[in-house]
């Protein structure tokens, strides 16, 4: 299958770097390149990329209200959108994920794993390593508000399992499926099976949107896990 790539970033030399090294790999096809969030929403809807390699700041509309409009509408909600950007700060990444994106990025990743993270986007997976996900539940859980548990999330979760649920909770935590079949003492088949419900009941797009879920209904916390 070939995995098509938009490119959005705002600087021509680092849009043209991204554009050869996806086209440098046999499974990957490069469909166009856009220089701000506008134009990245635009090619989005005229293309339907796999996957947008999606830079934060852009002039006009930036990155992740680009994400936002692009994983909501209905034209475009099969799109998923993998962050890149050179600043490594937690809010940026939760505004990310919050947004609708499936991973999030440093620029001077290497080109064979921006290549691999490109692959597990498009296969509908997320891209968070564990040190990130702690590093953010560390983070927002820290700051009180009335925001803290999401009202939405808490109802969707009446329809959760007690097992579904602890999935949840160790999904929250950045577990892999891998991880979780340990944890729970399950099957591979079992866990994903899981994975699959929880998808489908708190109608997330994908991981990332799960993790949000088990942050916002108060499952997970600092000390956790």
Not at 53 to 63: A, C, H, Q, S
Request: aromatic residues 4%.
């Amino acid at each position: 299958m070939t995995i098509r790539v938009l490119v959005a970033d705002d600087q021509a030399l680092v849009r043209g770097s991204f554009r050869l090294l996806v086209s440098t790999a046999p499974d990957l096809v490069p469909v166009g390149e856009a220089a701000t969030g506008t134009e990245a929403i635009e090619l989005a809807r005229r293309e339907k990329p796999d996957v947008v390699l999606m830079d934060i700041r852009m002039p006009g509309l930036d990155g992740i209200e680009a994400t936002r409009q692009i994983t909501a509408a209905p034209e475009t909600s099969g799109v998923r959108v993998l962050i890149l950007t050179t600043f490594d700060l937690d809010e940026y990444v939760f505004a990310a994920l919050r947004a609708g994106a499936s991973g999030y990025l440093i620029k001077d990743t290497p080109p064979a794993d921006l290549l691999a993270a490109i692959r597990v986007i498009a296969a509908g997976d997320a891209l968070l390593a564990p040190g990130v996900t702690r590093r953010l539940i560390a983070e927002f859980t820290s700051r009180p508000g009335p925001d803290l548990v999401s009202r939405r999330a808490a109802a969707r979760l009446t329809e959760v399992t007690d097992r579904e649920r602890e999935v949840l909770t160790l999904i929250g935590l950045g577990l892999s499926n891998a991880e979780i079949t340990a944890r729970l003492h399950v099957t591979m088949s079992t866990a994903k099976t899981h994975v699959s419900r929880l998808l489908m009941k708190l109608g997330a797009r994908d991981r990332a949107q799960l993790v949000i879920a088990a942050y916002d209904a108060g499952l997970v916390s600092p000390e956790a896990g």
